[in-house]
């Protein structure tokens, strides 16, 4: 699967990929990830909107 993830990171560098395990203890290192890769990748983004499986929201 590693060798998947890799070749897919060289054809769209859209991923992130750090050496931790995913659980609910480890959420703020997953966001700390997600805005590092917006900050260096996004630079002209104005505004970020994330939403988890168990959110709802309605932005109209």
């Known amino acids: 699967m590693q060798k998947q993830l890799l070749e897919e990171s060289r ?3 859209d991923l ?6 995913d659980s ?5 290192w997953k966001a700390l990830m997600w805005l590092r890769f917006i900050d260096e990748y ?3 983004m104005h505004s970020i909107i994330k ?3 168990d959110i709802v929201g309605n932005i109209l």
């Open 51 to 53: 939403f988890d499986g």
């Open 42 to 44: 996004c630079p002209n």
């Open 11 to 13: 054809r769209e560098h």
């Open 24 to 28: 609910y203890r480890t959420l703020t």
């Open 16 to 21: 992130i990929q750090q050496n931790f395990r």
